[in-house]
């Protein structure tokens, strides 16, 4: 009986023991572990830093010659000689073509000669205004003497010759005013011999084909002998002879969005980036239509590219990048972290309590990523990213801080 009791004494001690050594090792890291609160929700939080914003927007396009023209004959004729070829560079005024057009040359030469049967017609109207007026003032001296002979003796002369005196005069002065007409109208027509002959002259200077910038032949319709019609007609067979493109300077068409119009200003340099030659070129907004297209919502806008090596070639695809805000330096937060009501934004402040604080700001630029506040918010506070509408004001958080994801460049 007596070892029996030792016994359950000795197997007590010992679950004390156990029990003691558990506690020991244990019993800490039991009571160390806190009791996690329900009513506590997490909330992703970025902190208010200064930092440049900056809004871009690339756009894409072809390069097109400055100016580019289908030069025609102004005059229906044959291909006499043709003196450039694809890929040749010309200078302004440069003789591309020579054309052959015998019955032009037939009427320059009849216009020639009507103009020198003209200058002799008015030459011979001009003698004869000049004998008819000595005419005129001989009767009319006589006729005047006469007159006062015998207005100082009436009957000294008779009235018979005082009569042909007289009619003599007027004859006299009706055939200087003949010849003044005569001369006048000869004159007329030495002026319509004159410019026919000038016409027939130009139509002449025509058949010289010559080029009407500096460029480089892109096209070429035509070979020596061929007859070209006349570009002025409404003949569907009249080709160009040449075409020739400006590319020493390129437009580079862009199709602007219509939320970027108001930054478009003329003269902006902007960095073009030419993906076939993986170089960059400076070019300049140089003009756009300053109107929105009803269609694509776009505005049709040109930026001028300089291809002073000629590297850059027509069709060429680019890409241009268009700073349209910029703020060097300001307090930005992420655009998640914004609640817009009509004009008004608010932002989930998270205070020195851990509480949800709404504030009012006033922003300024805006990227893709951040937008500046201009005020309501201070360096180093604490905004709510995303889910405004999970939390309510006073409310309790645990605030977890997102990466700073850097600078707030797009």
């Known amino acids: 009986m007596n070892r029996k009791r030792t016994y359950l004494i000795a197997a007590g001690a010992l679950a004390l023991i156990i029990l003691a050594v558990f ?77 052959e057009v015998p019955e032009l040359n037939a009427q320059l030469q009849g216009a020639q000669a009507a103009a020198r049967r003209s200058e002799d017609s008015v030459r011979r109207a001009k003698s004869d205004l000049s004998r008819a007026q000595s005419l005129y003032v001989a009767t009319h001296l ?16 008779a009235q018979q010759e005082l009569d042909d005196a007289e009619a003599k005069d007027k004859e006299a002065e009706g055939q200087v005013s003949a010849d003044e007409a005569a001369f006048s109208e ?59 493109a400006q590319t020493d300077l390129f ?4 199709p602007v969005p219509e939320s970027a119009v108001p930054s478009i200003h003329l003269g902006t340099t ?26 694509t919502r776009t505005m049709h806008t040109e ?10 070639v027509q069709g060429m695809y680019a890409e241009v990048a268009l700073n349209l805000t910029n703020a060097q330096s300001g307090l930005a937060v992420p655009i998640q972290a914004i609640t817009r009501n009509g004009s008004k934004a608010t932002v989930l402040v998270v205070n020195s309590q851990d509480r949800i604080e709404p504030h009012e700001v ?49």
């Open 23 to 99: 506690f020991r090792l244990f019993g800490k890291n039991v009571r160390a572990e806190p009791t996690e609160d329900s009513s506590v929700t997490p909330a992703a939080v970025a902190i208010v830093k200064r930092a440049p914003i900056s809004n871009k927007i690339t756009l894409s396009g072809d390069f097109v010659p400055f100016q580019e023209v289908d030069v025609h004959a102004k005059v229906s004729g044959y291909i006499r000689k043709l003196y450039v070829d694809v890929g040749d560079h010309v200078k302004t005024g440069q003789l591309i073509a020579v054309l």
């Open 142 to 157: 006589d006729y005047t003497r006469l007159k006062q002979a015998s207005d100082a003796r009436p009957g000294l002369i």
């Open 186 to 244: 000869a004159q007329n027509q030495l002026g319509v011999a004159i410019a026919d002959q000038k016409q027939f002259s130009a139509m002449s200077d025509y058949t010289r084909i010559v080029a009407p910038f500096d460029g480089v032949i892109t096209r070429r319709n035509v070979d020596t002998g061929a007859l070209v019609q006349a570009g002025t007609g409404s003949n569907a067979q009249g080709l160009p002879v040449v075409s020739i």
């Open 251 to 254: 437009r580079l068409t862009l």
């Open 270 to 295: 902007v960095t073009v980036h030419v993906q076939a030659l993986n170089r960059d070129f400076e070019g300049k907004v140089a003009r756009f239509s300053d109107a929105v297209d009803q269609q």
């Open 303 to 312: 930026v001028d590219v300089r291809n002073k090596d000629g590297s850059l």
């Open 362 to 410: 006033q922003l300024g630029v805006e990227g893709a990523n951040n937008v500046q506040i201009l005020s309501g918010l201070n360096a180093n506070d604490r905004v709510v990213v995303g889910s405004p509408g999970d939390f309510q004001a006073g409310q309790h958080v645990a605030p977890k801080i997102i990466a700073d994801s850097g600078e707030a460049q797009f």
